[in-house]
């Protein structure tokens, strides 16, 4: 029941995925596509769940022990991966380390490929404005972390004319826009974002940058959300990991039920043959044994419906079929043996 249910959820995703992609497609470059790209992530994921849960449901409406046992190796596969990922994203966020694998190294990275991964770019905008953050690590300066990009730095040799700019998810939500106090009578414009924020910040100092951009790295703040909600992402984690485990479970009875029934059917099975073959030996033996059988004068076995068998054998008749002739009582005649016979 519960597989059915998750293969409409996959088929769902999986439907969704490709609706997206197609809507809006976007080249895939490196794998971090496949995880920062909704469309993609969707589809694999939708795939997987639809893939996974028909394996588990047509091994248990078949009794199938082997489409069994690949459903449990797929649930615990993904039960191992969850488990993974959930102490690599502890790992990335409480260390402190700027080599290696860590938050800051990935998001270093991120910024200086905003340009030429559009998934990439997406990801970064989209934590720089909702953590209200510009750029990686300083608290204070973050936003100089753009100069790492090819089309930020304020180099001579820069071409771009994103040159000492900077993002312009960076900007802040100004309260009075320019264009409001330039007499403009738009109600959206309040809550507009100037649109020359993000120009030249690199080239000027954090207090002159204070009211236009976040000047504050976006590593801390997601440090300290994550901080904040480790313990409900944990619960959210084991709630996820109960069910596969229950799965697992079950899948193992189920099979292991499924594996004992087929013993004792094909054990009922071999006892049934044995019995006969032991009464086709029976038979034949009697079948061998039936003329000797019939001089003895013995019948082992009676057809249903005949009458009863005589005791002893009639004594022997005469080919011509006359009655013997009795013996003499004669006194005076003797017996071809040369007893004589008694008085009648």
Same mark, same amino acid.
């Given at each position: ?40 992530? *969707?589809?694999?994921?939708?795939? *997987? ?6 394996? &588990?449901?047509? &091994? ?11 459903? =449990? ?18 790992? *990335?966020?409480?260390?402190? @380390?700027?080599?290696? *694998?860590?938050?800051? @190294? ?6 200086? !490929?905003?340009? @030429?991964?559009? %998934? ?20 204070? =300066? ?15 040799? #820069? +071409? ?22 330039? $007499? ?15 120009? %030249?910040?690199?080239? !000027?100092?954090? +207090? ?8 504050? &790295? ?15 992402? $944990? ?16 899948? #193992? ?13 094909? /054990? ?7 019995? $006969? ?14 003329? @000797? ?11 249903? $419906? ?14 011509? &079929? ?10 005076? /005649? ?6 004589? +016979?008694?008085?009648?």
């Amino acid at each position: 029941m519960f597989n059915f249910l998750f293969v409409w959820v996959g088929v769902s995703l999986l439907a969704l995925g490709i609706y997206l992609h197609v809507k809006d497609p976007r080249p895939i470059i490196e794998w971090i596509d496949f995880v920062l790209n909704p469309a993609l992530f *969707l589809a694999v994921l939708g795939f *997987l769940v639809t893939f996974i849960s028909l394996v &588990g449901a047509l &091994g248990a409406l078949r009794d199938n022990i082997s489409l069994l046992k690949i459903f =449990a190796i797929c649930v615990f596969f993904c039960y191992i991966c969850i488990v993974v990922l959930t102490f690599g994203v502890f790992v *990335l966020f409480f260390t402190d @380390s700027t080599e290696g *694998l860590s938050a800051h @190294s990935i998001m270093m990275q991120s910024v200086k !490929k905003y340009h @030429s991964n559009r %998934n990439l770019a997406d990801f970064v905008d989209y934590i720089q404005e909702q953590m209200e953050c510009c750029g990686v690590s300083s608290i204070s =300066a973050g936003y100089r972390d753009w100069a790492m990009s090819p089309q930020f730095n304020c180099t001579p040799t #820069n +071409p771009y004319p994103e040159k000492c700019g900077v993002p312009f998810s960076c900007c802040k939500r100004s309260v009075i826009s320019e264009a409001l106090q330039a $007499g403009s009578t738009n109600p959206l414009q309040p809550a507009m974002r100037s649109l020359e924020c993000w120009r %030249n910040a690199l080239s !000027k100092r954090p +207090p002159d940058l204070e009211a236009d951009i976040h000047t504050r &790295g976006c590593l801390q703040p997601l440090r300290t959300l994550f901080e904040t909600h480790a313990v409900h992402i $944990g619960a959210v984690v084991a709630v996820i990991l109960l069910p596969v485990s229950i799965s697992v479970c079950f899948t #193992n009875v189920l099979a292991r039920q499924i594996d004992h029934q087929r013993y004792l059917l094909e /054990r009922e099975a071999r006892r049934l043959d044995r019995m $006969g073959k032991r009464e086709r030996r029976e038979r034949r033996k009697r079948s061998q044994n039936h003329f @000797s059988s019939l001089e003895e004068g013995v019948f082992h076995q009676q057809p249903d $419906g005949a009458p009863p068998l005589p005791k002893s054998l009639p004594p022997k008749r005469p080919p011509d &079929g006359r009655k013997p002739r009795a013996q003499s009582c004669s006194p005076t /005649r003797k017996a071809s043996n040369g007893v004589v +016979p008694k008085r009648c």
